[in-house]
């Protein structure tokens, strides 16, 4: 660990220097701090920065289009649904009036159909009789 003998001009060994992207560091009057300035000469990172937000701002309208297209489309499937629960209860409602007319007026369709098999049924019988002859 450091002592407090390292307070001085170096900040734990690393002298005031200036690096490639423009930074600098140096200790702060007699304390254990580092003050960090960013050299103005340098737009790289004000260029970085700039880039960043447009990336930003382009991800957050993105995100705004996908927020709208979610609702249009929740909002087309809930139309969606209630078109097919009304469409369901028009095919419910259908066939039980269907049924009620099976119902009401089917025994007179048996009946036409047992007199239809017994007509066709003499017919073929004395069809054949003649045709014997």
């Known amino acids: ?14 002298a005031p220097y200036r690096s490639r ?6 200790a702060a009057g007699g304390s254990d701090e580092i003050q960090l300035r960013i ?15 447009k990336q ?7 995100a705004q289009d996908i927020e709208s297209e979610a609702k249009f489309q929740n909002d087309f499937i809930n139309q969606l649904q209630m078109t097919l629960i009304k469409a369901q209860a028009g095919v419910k409602n259908n066939m039980r009036r269907l049924n009620k007319s099976i ?3 089917g025994s007179s369709h048996v009946m036409h159909v047992v007199l ?7 017919l073929v019988y004395f069809w054949s009789k003649f045709l014997r002859r």
């Not at 660990?1 to 170096?10: N, Q, T, Y």
């Not at 701002?57 to 993105?62: F, W």
């Not at 239809?116 to 003499?122: M, N, S």
């Open 1 to 14: 660990m450091a002592s407090s003998s390292h307070r001085g001009g170096d900040y734990y060994g690393a």
């Open 21 to 26: 992207e423009g930074l600098s560091t140096r």
């Open 39 to 53: 050299d103005p000469v340098h737009g790289e990172l004000d260029d970085e920065i700039t880039g960043l937000r």
């Open 56 to 62: 930003v701002r382009q991800l957050r309208n993105v």
């Open 103 to 105: 119902i009401l007026q």
């Open 116 to 122: 239809f098999a017994l007509v066709l049924f003499f």
